[in-house]
């Protein structure tokens, strides 16, 4: 397990991520806390990328009993909310593109 959560959901989440070019996911909530149970949802914030497809790939296609909680990173949002996810969340993915200096070093 791994950020709280089940393996397999760990890595269709990173998958469709990378298909919908997501840059960032946060998860926040119980699991992010450590105070979830069994049967707790999870809560997610995407940055970027196409997220009407990844929502809706990860709410048919992710076969599993617990239900998620989407938020688009660029959506309004409460301040309540807001300070919960500067507060517990946990970057589960990050896709941070290469540097030019990497890039040039790596084919030397």
């Known amino acids: 397990m791994r950020y709280n959560l089940p393996d397999r959901v760990f890595r269709e989440l990173t998958t469709l991520a990378q298909k919908y070019s997501v840059t960032k996911i946060i998860l926040f ?3 992010a806390r450590g105070t979830h149970t069994e049967r707790s949802d ?4 995407v940055y970027g990328g196409d997220f009407d497809n990844f929502y809706w790939d990860v709410k048919e296609n992710i076969y599993s009993l617990l239900i998620f909680d989407i938020i688009q990173a660029d959506a309004p949002i409460s301040d309540t ?3 919960e996810i500067k507060k517990d969340g946990i970057t589960i993915y990050e896709n941070k593109p290469k540097s030019l ?6 084919n030397q």
């Open 29 to 31: 909530g119980s699991r």
């Open 81 to 83: 909310l807001k300070e």
């Open 101 to 106: 200096t990497t890039s040039i070093f790596q």
């Open 42 to 45: 999870i809560d997610i914030v």
